[in-house]
């Protein structure tokens, strides 16, 4: 089953936008990838490009992000971060407003998966990617909405989820991406004025990784906690406790 439940549209977004985040918004039915769209451009801060379908969806370490027509969020905003500020905790400023979007449609708890998935009762509803060129961070954010349980990509190292196969309904994607961009802005905008050690208690509320089982890089851990910097703290099984700022972590289901 394919069917779009609702329009996406530059108008119908803009409908629901409220602050300086959404302006513009590009909006294009079908592209390769919505970061293409917004890398290198000389757009200003809070520029975003919207799509009904990427036909080349990147997550990160070359990746893919995949989606049938017309049932995801999949949204870029221009970012022009302040240089005094570690551009990787940017990833989890997405996430959390991503979090938090998912939280306002469907008034559950979500939680942040180090470093850049958005879960939903044990499921990948989100992910986050940073594209950075020159001081510019084009920031991506795609969430599964409206997907039925068979349109959702079999095979990946985590079980994925949609609003709708969580809640049981279907969901209004621009008011969506008006309630992301609200929230990324505001996110956002803390991050830029104190760092990600003012927006910590938020995401070590929602961090699901702690105490888990995982890998990283295929050696097995204990996953301790998001850090105020932003890295994972994490054991192994030999017992050595490290430190990491980037990697490919996988959880035990
Ligand atoms: C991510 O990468 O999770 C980042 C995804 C970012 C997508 C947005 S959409 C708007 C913007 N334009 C883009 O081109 N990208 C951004 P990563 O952690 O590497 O996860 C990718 C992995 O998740 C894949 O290898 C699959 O296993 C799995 N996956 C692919 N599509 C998925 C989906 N729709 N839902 C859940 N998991 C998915």
Redesign the pocket.
Known sequence: MSVAVDTLSAEAVDRHVRGRFGKPCLYEPEC?????LLLGSELPEGAVAVTDH?T??????G?????PAGT?L???VVLHPPPERHLPELTLVGALAAAEAVEGATELTAQVKWP??VMLNRR??????ADLRDSTVVL???I?VN?TRDQ??L????E???LRTITGRTHDRAALAGSLLFRLERIYDGWRHGGLVDLYPEVGARDFLRGRRITVDGEPATALQILRDGRLELETDAGVRRVIESGDVRHER
């Open positions: 390769e990838s919505t970061q293409l990427q080349g969806g990147r997550g990160r370490l990746r893919r992000w995949e989606e995801s999949l949204l870029s850049n998935d990948k509803v989100a992910g986050v990617l991506g954010i795609g599964n997907q959702l990509p095979g990946g190292p985590t994925p989820g949609s």
